[in-house]
């Protein structure tokens, strides 16, 4: 099945399967990617108000050029000032941003780390969203190995590796594969959820 380097601004697969509800069902990728392609053009030159963004791009604004931008700024790939204006992230900016998840499930995850019970989960969740947010296999494998010591998961024990680099190189097949980390995110949060309860 072919991936797609854009996400689908609805329902976020990167791949031609949609979830069931999402309104970009049936639209061709190449047109989901020219309304990420329109904004970033534009946004790699010259910091804008979505105003002024849609006045710029070098097509009609669609509602897909709409939910495009949107993804961008949740994906933390486009800031926005209070001032209204847009300005791109750059390539440092973004991993730093990026490193520490902030949307459910994965806060929970990252914040509270793995407990036995969901380690393969949550290893499985920490490396899919790296790879969804285009952090490089080293990027990943670091952010992975270090979140695993610094939240306390390797001490709680519970792992056949014998060293968290170890362990996160056992599992370099969920990056490569470009598994989404939804449904591990899910389950493992559930645990930890039931753990801290």
């Known amino acids: 099945m072919p991936r797609f380097s854009y996400p689908c601004p609805g329902c976020r697969t990167?791949?031609?399967?949609?979830?069931?509800?999402?309104?970009?069902?049936?639209t061709p990728w190449p047109t989901i990617e020219k309304a990420y392609i329109d904004s970033l053009a534009v946004l790699t030159a010259e910091e804008l108000t979505e105003e002024e963004l849609r006045a710029t791009v070098d097509s009609e604004w669609s509602d897909r050029h709409t939910a495009a931008l949107a993804t961008l700024k949740s994906l933390n790939r486009i800031?926005?000032?209070?001032?209204?204006?847009?300005?791109?992230?750059?390539?440092?900016?973004?991993a730093e941003q990026v490193s520490e998840p902030?949307?459910?499930?994965?806060?929970?995850?990252?914040?509270?780390?793995?407990?036995?019970g969901c380690?393969?989960?949550?290893?499985?969740?920490m490396i899919a969203w790296y790879e969804m947010v285009d952090l490089s296999w080293p990027e990943t494998k670091?952010?992975?190995?270090?979140?695993?010591?610094?939240?306390?998961a390797w001490d709680r024990g519970g792992f056949?590796?014998?060293s968290p680099e170890e362990l996160v190189?056992?599992?370099?097949?969920?990056?490569?594969?470009?598994?989404?980390?939804?449904?591990?995110?899910?389950?493992?949060k559930a645990v930890i959820d039931r753990h801290l309860g």
């Not at 902030?102 to 036995?116: D, L, R």
């Not at 670091?142 to 306390?152: A, C, D, I, P």
């Open 14 to 26: 990167t791949n031609s399967l949609h979830e069931p509800d999402c309104r970009f069902e049936g």
């Open 79 to 94: 800031e926005q000032a209070d001032d209204g204006t847009l300005r791109l992230l750059t390539a440092a900016e973004y």
């Open 102 to 116: 902030s949307i459910e499930p994965m806060a929970t995850i990252y914040e509270h780390g793995s407990v036995p």
């Open 119 to 125: 380690h393969d989960n949550a290893v499985f969740a």
């Open 142 to 152: 670091e952010n992975v190995v270090t979140w695993l010591r610094e939240s306390g």
């Open 160 to 162: 056949e590796e014998s």
């Open 169 to 188: 190189e056992s599992k370099r097949h969920v990056y490569e594969s470009g598994y989404g980390w939804k449904q591990a995110g899910q389950e493992a």
